[in-house]
């Protein structure tokens, strides 16, 4: 299982609260994760990254294992520890402004 954290405004929209665990079969990507998390949640579709170019929406980062896998190749196969489920994968809404 795929563990994942999501910002509270995202938790509010889907209902959930606390981490998310998905299948996800194997590679395990940021791509995979996020197809698995839109198809448990088809509310988020759109929320995290655009519907046509699947390209990552601006203020929205992605981190794992204490990195920041934002500007990673989408089909980048996501550090051990995450596909063995011992850190979360997460959405991360970024800050802006001074």
């Not at 197809?35 to 699947?54: F, K, N, S, W």
């Not at 990673?72 to 994968?89: Q, S, Y």
């Amino acid at each position: 299982m795929i563990r994942v954290v999501v910002p509270a405004h995202l938790k509010t929209l889907i209902d959930h609260h606390g981490e998310i665990h998905l299948k996800v079969g194997d590679p395990v990507t940021q791509a995979a994760v996020l197809d698995a998390l839109e198809r448990e949640y088809p509310v988020l579709r759109g929320t995290i990254r655009d519907t046509q170019t699947l390209q990552r929406r601006p203020f929205i980062r992605f981190f794992a294992c204490e990195e920041d896998l934002s500007h990673e190749d989408p089909g980048a196969v996501l550090p051990a520890a995450v596909v063995e489920g011992r850190e979360p994968f997460f959405v991360v809404g970024a800050m802006a402004g001074g």
